[in-house]
Protein backbone atom coordinates (compact mmCIF):
# COMPACT_ATOMS: atom_id res chain seq x y z
CA UNK A 1 0.00 0.00 0.00
CA UNK A 2 1.52 3.28 -0.99
CA UNK A 3 1.60 6.06 1.59
CA UNK A 4 0.16 9.67 0.34
CA UNK A 5 1.98 12.70 0.49
CA UNK A 6 1.18 16.29 0.14
CA UNK A 7 3.16 18.59 -1.98
CA UNK A 8 5.56 19.75 -0.28
CA UNK A 9 7.07 23.43 -0.05
CA UNK A 10 9.48 24.41 -2.95
CA UNK A 11 13.11 23.60 -2.35
CA UNK A 12 15.17 25.99 -0.94
CA UNK A 13 17.78 27.82 -3.33
CA UNK A 14 20.20 28.39 -0.51
CA UNK A 15 20.15 28.37 3.54
CA UNK A 16 19.98 32.37 3.86
CA UNK A 17 16.33 31.82 1.26
CA UNK A 18 15.70 29.15 3.52
CA UNK A 19 15.87 31.33 6.62
CA UNK A 20 13.89 34.96 4.85
CA UNK A 21 10.86 32.13 3.56
CA UNK A 22 10.64 30.77 7.64
CA UNK A 23 10.54 34.51 8.41
CA UNK A 24 8.55 35.26 5.78
CA UNK A 25 5.66 32.38 7.03
CA UNK A 26 6.18 30.42 3.69
CA UNK A 27 5.77 27.65 6.10
CA UNK A 28 3.49 28.46 8.79
CA UNK A 29 3.08 30.64 11.89
CA UNK A 30 5.75 33.51 12.59
CA UNK A 31 8.25 32.67 14.21
CA UNK A 32 8.04 35.58 16.09
CA UNK A 33 4.85 33.91 18.33
CA UNK A 34 7.13 30.87 19.20
CA UNK A 35 9.48 30.34 22.09
CA UNK A 36 11.68 28.38 23.08
CA UNK A 37 10.40 26.61 26.51
CA UNK A 38 13.56 23.98 27.44
CA UNK A 39 17.61 24.81 26.20
CA UNK A 40 19.98 21.69 27.03
CA UNK A 41 23.27 20.36 25.56
CA UNK A 42 24.14 17.16 25.02
CA UNK A 43 27.32 15.82 25.38
CA UNK A 44 29.09 12.14 25.37
CA UNK A 45 32.19 10.55 25.05
CA UNK A 46 32.57 7.13 23.62
CA UNK A 47 35.12 4.19 22.38
CA UNK A 48 32.93 1.53 20.91
CA UNK A 49 34.03 -2.27 21.57
CA UNK A 50 36.67 -3.33 19.56
CA UNK A 51 38.03 0.09 18.10
CA UNK A 52 41.37 1.53 18.99
CA UNK A 53 40.18 5.32 19.23
CA UNK A 54 37.27 6.87 20.16
CA UNK A 55 35.25 10.79 20.09
CA UNK A 56 33.35 13.38 21.78
CA UNK A 57 30.09 14.82 21.04
CA UNK A 58 27.98 17.44 22.11
CA UNK A 59 24.73 19.12 21.26
CA UNK A 60 22.59 22.26 21.48
CA UNK A 61 19.16 21.28 21.40
CA UNK A 62 15.87 23.20 21.89
CA UNK A 63 12.37 22.82 22.73
CA UNK A 64 9.40 24.12 20.89
CA UNK A 65 6.10 22.29 22.26
CA UNK A 66 6.74 18.68 21.10
CA UNK A 67 9.64 19.03 18.69
CA UNK A 68 12.95 19.09 19.38
CA UNK A 69 15.52 20.61 17.26
CA UNK A 70 19.52 20.02 17.03
CA UNK A 71 23.19 21.22 16.68
CA UNK A 72 26.22 20.06 17.28
CA UNK A 73 29.31 21.99 18.53
CA UNK A 74 32.66 21.42 18.73
CA UNK A 75 32.80 20.30 22.67
CA UNK A 76 33.60 23.12 25.13
CA UNK A 77 32.96 25.66 22.58
CA UNK A 78 29.33 26.45 23.33
CA UNK A 79 29.15 29.13 26.45
CA UNK A 80 26.96 28.26 29.12
CA UNK A 81 25.54 31.74 28.42
CA UNK A 82 23.97 30.35 25.36
CA UNK A 83 21.72 28.16 26.86
CA UNK A 84 20.19 30.73 28.64
CA UNK A 85 19.75 33.45 25.93
CA UNK A 86 17.52 30.76 24.52
CA UNK A 87 14.96 29.54 26.84
CA UNK A 88 11.80 31.78 27.15
CA UNK A 89 13.35 33.90 23.42
CA UNK A 90 11.46 33.59 20.37
CA UNK A 91 13.00 31.50 17.46
CA UNK A 92 13.30 34.60 15.06
CA UNK A 93 15.23 36.09 17.41
CA UNK A 94 17.51 33.09 17.96
CA UNK A 95 17.84 32.40 14.31
CA UNK A 96 19.58 35.97 14.41
CA UNK A 97 22.23 34.88 17.07
CA UNK A 98 25.14 35.86 17.30
CA UNK A 99 26.74 32.05 17.03
CA UNK A 100 25.79 29.61 14.27
CA UNK A 101 24.77 26.66 16.26
CA UNK A 102 21.96 28.82 18.35
CA UNK A 103 20.75 29.69 14.34
CA UNK A 104 20.53 26.28 13.23
CA UNK A 105 19.14 24.53 16.09
CA UNK A 106 16.42 27.35 15.94
CA UNK A 107 15.94 26.76 12.57
CA UNK A 108 15.60 23.13 13.20
CA UNK A 109 13.49 23.28 16.16
CA UNK A 110 10.75 25.73 14.21
CA UNK A 111 10.82 22.86 10.88
CA UNK A 112 10.75 20.02 13.26
CA UNK A 113 7.42 21.64 14.57
CA UNK A 114 5.96 22.33 11.40
CA UNK A 115 7.20 19.69 9.30
CA UNK A 116 7.75 16.90 11.63
CA UNK A 117 9.29 13.33 10.44
CA UNK A 118 6.47 11.90 8.80
CA UNK A 119 5.75 10.16 5.46
CA UNK A 120 3.33 12.57 4.16
CA UNK A 121 5.91 14.70 4.93
CA UNK A 122 8.53 12.74 2.82
CA UNK A 123 9.76 10.91 5.46
CA UNK A 124 10.42 6.86 4.97
CA UNK A 125 11.13 5.34 8.46
CA UNK A 126 14.10 2.70 8.46
CA UNK A 127 14.23 0.92 11.82
CA UNK A 128 17.29 0.45 14.02
CA UNK A 129 17.82 -2.17 16.65
CA UNK A 130 18.53 -2.48 20.05
CA UNK A 131 21.67 -3.48 21.09
CA UNK A 132 25.27 -2.23 21.92
CA UNK A 133 26.48 1.53 20.50
CA UNK A 134 28.71 -0.18 18.09
CA UNK A 135 25.42 -2.31 16.95
CA UNK A 136 23.73 0.55 16.55
CA UNK A 137 26.06 2.77 14.75
CA UNK A 138 26.95 -0.23 11.95
CA UNK A 139 22.86 -0.39 11.72
CA UNK A 140 22.79 3.70 10.78
CA UNK A 141 25.77 3.68 8.82
CA UNK A 142 23.96 0.63 6.73
CA UNK A 143 20.98 3.04 5.99
CA UNK A 144 23.44 6.03 5.39
CA UNK A 145 25.16 4.44 2.75
CA UNK A 146 22.60 2.89 1.13
CA UNK A 147 21.08 6.46 0.07
CA UNK A 148 24.60 7.03 -2.01
CA UNK A 149 23.62 6.67 -5.67
CA UNK A 150 27.04 5.60 -6.93
CA UNK A 151 28.46 2.19 -8.68
CA UNK A 152 31.29 0.52 -7.31
CA UNK A 153 34.63 2.07 -7.33
CA UNK A 154 33.01 5.25 -7.47
CA UNK A 155 34.93 7.76 -5.16
CA UNK A 156 32.91 9.29 -2.29
CA UNK A 157 34.07 12.16 -0.04
CA UNK A 158 33.45 11.78 3.31
CA UNK A 159 33.32 14.87 5.26
CA UNK A 160 31.95 14.11 9.04
CA UNK A 161 34.59 11.15 9.62
CA UNK A 162 32.85 7.88 11.11
CA UNK A 163 34.59 5.40 10.93
CA UNK A 164 31.05 2.86 10.81
CA UNK A 165 29.63 4.78 7.84
CA UNK A 166 33.71 4.16 6.15
CA UNK A 167 32.63 0.39 6.97
CA UNK A 168 29.45 0.40 4.84
CA UNK A 169 30.81 2.48 2.23
CA UNK A 170 34.09 -0.30 1.82
CA UNK A 171 31.18 -3.37 1.79
CA UNK A 172 29.29 -1.41 -1.46
CA UNK A 173 32.67 -1.79 -3.24
CA UNK A 174 33.02 2.44 -2.77
CA UNK A 175 36.21 3.76 -2.30
CA UNK A 176 36.13 7.12 -0.20
CA UNK A 177 38.55 10.44 0.74
CA UNK A 178 38.07 11.05 4.44
CA UNK A 179 37.80 14.85 5.84
CA UNK A 180 37.21 15.58 9.16
CA UNK A 181 38.26 19.72 10.56
CA UNK A 182 39.96 17.69 13.70
CA UNK A 183 42.25 15.74 11.00
CA UNK A 184 44.05 12.60 12.28
CA UNK A 185 43.68 9.18 11.09
CA UNK A 186 40.59 6.51 10.46
CA UNK A 187 40.70 3.10 12.57
CA UNK A 188 42.29 1.89 9.62
CA UNK A 189 45.31 4.29 9.92
CA UNK A 190 43.79 6.49 6.93
CA UNK A 191 45.15 9.77 6.85
CA UNK A 192 42.00 12.22 7.43
CA UNK A 193 42.14 15.18 5.15
CA UNK A 194 41.26 18.52 6.70
CA UNK A 195 40.09 21.11 3.65
CA UNK A 196 36.88 18.95 1.77
CA UNK A 197 36.43 21.57 -0.66
CA UNK A 198 39.92 21.19 -2.24
CA UNK A 199 38.51 17.53 -2.67
CA UNK A 200 35.29 17.86 -4.20
CA UNK A 201 36.62 17.94 -7.78
CA UNK A 202 38.27 14.86 -7.80
CA UNK A 203 35.29 13.34 -6.31
CA UNK A 204 31.89 11.36 -7.75
CA UNK A 205 29.89 11.62 -5.02
CA UNK A 206 29.54 13.36 -1.35
CA UNK A 207 28.24 12.25 1.95
CA UNK A 208 28.47 14.84 4.78
CA UNK A 209 27.16 15.33 8.26
CA UNK A 210 25.03 17.76 9.27
CA UNK A 211 27.74 19.63 11.15
CA UNK A 212 28.23 21.85 8.12
CA UNK A 213 25.64 23.49 8.59
CA UNK A 214 27.04 24.25 11.95
CA UNK A 215 30.34 25.38 10.91
CA UNK A 216 29.17 27.12 7.69
CA UNK A 217 30.84 24.72 5.17
CA UNK A 218 27.27 23.21 3.81
CA UNK A 219 26.50 25.90 1.08
CA UNK A 220 29.81 25.41 -0.55
CA UNK A 221 29.12 21.30 -1.18
CA UNK A 222 25.54 22.46 -2.13
CA UNK A 223 26.49 24.19 -4.86
CA UNK A 224 29.29 21.88 -5.73
CA UNK A 225 26.96 19.11 -6.50
CA UNK A 226 23.93 21.44 -7.94
CA UNK A 227 26.50 22.68 -10.02
CA UNK A 228 27.88 19.37 -11.00
CA UNK A 229 25.22 17.13 -10.73
CA UNK A 230 27.04 15.36 -7.88
CA UNK A 231 24.95 12.93 -5.73
CA UNK A 232 25.21 14.46 -2.12
CA UNK A 233 23.84 12.39 1.03
CA UNK A 234 23.70 13.95 4.23
CA UNK A 235 23.65 12.17 7.38
CA UNK A 236 22.13 14.63 10.01
CA UNK A 237 21.77 14.62 13.64
CA UNK A 238 22.64 18.54 13.35
CA UNK A 239 19.41 20.14 11.67
CA UNK A 240 17.48 16.54 10.30
CA UNK A 241 14.17 18.67 9.66
CA UNK A 242 16.86 21.47 8.28
CA UNK A 243 17.85 19.30 5.48
CA UNK A 244 15.24 17.68 3.80
CA UNK A 245 14.12 21.17 2.53
CA UNK A 246 17.03 21.32 -0.09
CA UNK A 247 16.28 18.03 -1.66
CA UNK A 248 16.32 18.55 -5.32
CA UNK A 249 18.38 21.64 -4.78
CA UNK A 250 21.56 20.37 -4.39
CA UNK A 251 20.99 17.68 -2.07
CA UNK A 252 19.74 14.25 -3.69
CA UNK A 253 18.86 12.18 -0.04
CA UNK A 254 18.77 12.96 3.59
CA UNK A 255 19.30 10.34 6.78
CA UNK A 256 17.79 12.40 9.73
CA UNK A 257 18.11 11.45 12.96
CA UNK A 258 16.02 13.76 15.51
CA UNK A 259 17.42 14.14 19.34
CA UNK A 260 17.54 11.65 20.83
CA UNK A 261 20.01 10.40 19.11
CA UNK A 262 21.24 6.41 18.50
CA UNK A 263 23.98 6.73 21.16
CA UNK A 264 21.80 7.66 23.95
CA UNK A 265 19.98 5.00 24.31
CA UNK A 266 20.33 1.17 24.34
CA UNK A 267 16.75 0.37 22.67
CA UNK A 268 15.72 0.78 19.07
CA UNK A 269 14.89 3.53 17.52
CA UNK A 270 13.82 5.45 13.66
CA UNK A 271 15.76 7.16 11.66
CA UNK A 272 14.03 9.03 8.52
CA UNK A 273 15.09 8.45 5.39
CA UNK A 274 14.46 11.11 2.30
CA UNK A 275 15.33 11.10 -1.12
CA UNK A 276 14.66 13.90 -4.20
CA UNK A 277 12.89 11.64 -6.87
CA UNK A 278 10.80 10.52 -3.65
CA UNK A 279 6.92 10.96 -4.17
CA UNK A 280 5.91 14.59 -2.78
CA UNK A 281 9.53 16.21 -2.29
CA UNK A 282 9.70 19.25 -2.64
CA UNK A 283 11.21 20.23 -5.73
Not at 177 to 202: F, I, M, N, Q, S
Request: proline letters at 7%.
Amino acid sequence: MTTPTTQLPAAAASYDDLVARVLGGDFGPDPRTQRVAVAFSTRQAVRHESRSSGYRNEVLSLRLAGAVGSCAVEPGELPDAAIEDCVGADLARLMAHELRPVQVAALDTYLMHVLPHTPANGARPWSLPAGSSLRKSRARARAVAGLVDADPGARVLVVGVVNSLLEALRARGLSYVPCDLKGGTTEWGEPVRTDALAELAHCDAVLASGMTLGNGSFEALREHALRHGKPLVMFAQTGSAVLPRFLGSGVSAVCAEPYPFFWLDGGPGTLHRYRADAPGAAR
